[in-house]
């Protein structure tokens, strides 16, 4: 099992938006509602459930430096 920071890959964030499987599902509706991996399949949702919560993405603590620099704490009207 992976702890820290995972380490980010365009080609298959790219890949996992624009598969086929994906566009299909989405179009005919056979996606299940949110929260609903431990019916479908359990196993899986386990696995993901423990590698999310011991790793933490690259692009999350970017935009945290990111929010802190440029105005975090500023209010806003």
Sequence with gaps: MKFGIRK???RKSIAAR???KR???HN???K???GWGWLTNPKRAARNR???RST???WGILGAVLKGLFGGSRRRR
């Design 8 to 10: 980010p890959s365009i």
């Design 28 to 30: 005919l509706g056979l």
């Design 18 to 20: 624009t598969s086929v």
């Design 56 to 58: 933490v993405s690259f």
């Design 50 to 52: 423990i590698y999310n």
């Design 32 to 34: 299940a509602p949110r």
């Design 23 to 25: 566009m299909v599902r």
